[in-house]
């Protein structure tokens, strides 16, 4: 099992542009959710979904799409990219019977 | 609303030494589960324990233990005779189920340097 993957590792986007991370799980996990993590802030939950079709915001959404159309996939889009939206992007998922999230390498992107 | 705090921004110690890192959290839900997470140099999250609600058992594992106490709603990590690898961040995660959300909140972090 390849666990839970993230691309790209690195993005670096002018103000204004758009673009999606990808987020990927192989282990039939019906929770994915998007996490930022900021300096000195710990993680805060973008968007999350409890299985395919179902999504819901999370504490710091806005600027940000997610759509679930497989167990698989959960990707997150950047409509329109801002400097505050410079962190790095964790990807996590879990099941009903493991209780734990389990995490992505991330994406850091920098917003000029 | 759910709440992680990790008083203790950054804890330096001399390898061999023994470290607690404190975490206390808020919530109303009856059910719930709290988390320690490792985060390396190398940027990736490492799960390390999980607790529920209604087990108050503590748990050593090696050099680690955890001591849960919901009377004080605080969920410690100790680390004994601390080596260089255990150089890292630790956060302190809560997931309240009642809803059935599985969302986790962080704390904000203890970055942990263990001196050679």
């Known amino acids: 099992n390849a666990g839970v993957t993230q691309t790209p590792k690195f993005q670096v986007l002018k103000t204004g542009q758009s673009m999606t991370l990808q987020c990927a799980q192989d282990?039939?996990?019906?929770?994915m959710s998007w996490y930022r993590q900021d300096p000195g802030m710990g993680l805060r939950l973008i968007h999350y979904?409890?299985?395919?079709?179902?999504?819901d915001q999370g504490e710091v959404p806005n600027g940000y799409n997610v759509s679930r159309s497989t167990t698989e996939d959960f990707p997150l889009r950047l409509l329109s990219a801002a400097p505050s939206q410079t962190s790095v992007y964790f990807c996590?998922?879990?099941?009903?019977?493991?209780?734990?999230?389990?995490f992505g390498p991330g994406t850091r992107l920098t917003v000029l | 609303a759910q709440k992680v705090t990790q008083a203790q921004t950054e804890i330096s110690v001399v390898e061999k030494e023994d470290v607690t890192l404190d975490c206390v959290y808020e919530?109303?839900?009856?059910?719930?589960?709290l988390f320690w997470y490792k985060q390396p140099p190398s940027g990736e999250l490492v799960f390390l324990i999980r607790?529920?609600?209604?087990?108050?058992q503590n748990e050593i594992s090696g050099r680690y233990s955890w001591n849960f106490q919901k009377s004080t709603s605080s969920f410690n990590f100790t680390i004994t005779a601390s080596q260089v690898v255990d150089s890292a961040v630790y956060f302190c995660?809560?997931?309240?189920?009642?809803?059935?959300?599985?969302?986790?909140?962080f704390g904000s972090g203890t970055r942990l340097q263990v001196q050679p």
């Open positions: 996590a998922s879990s099941s009903g019977l493991v209780i734990e999230q389990f």
């Open positions: 282990m039939n996990h019906e929770y």
């Open positions: 979904s409890v299985g395919a079709g179902i999504t």
């Open positions: 919530t109303r839900d009856t059910t719930y589960y």
């Open positions: 607790r529920n609600s209604f087990d108050e």
């Open positions: 995660a809560l997931s309240a189920t009642d809803t059935g959300r599985r969302a986790l909140t």
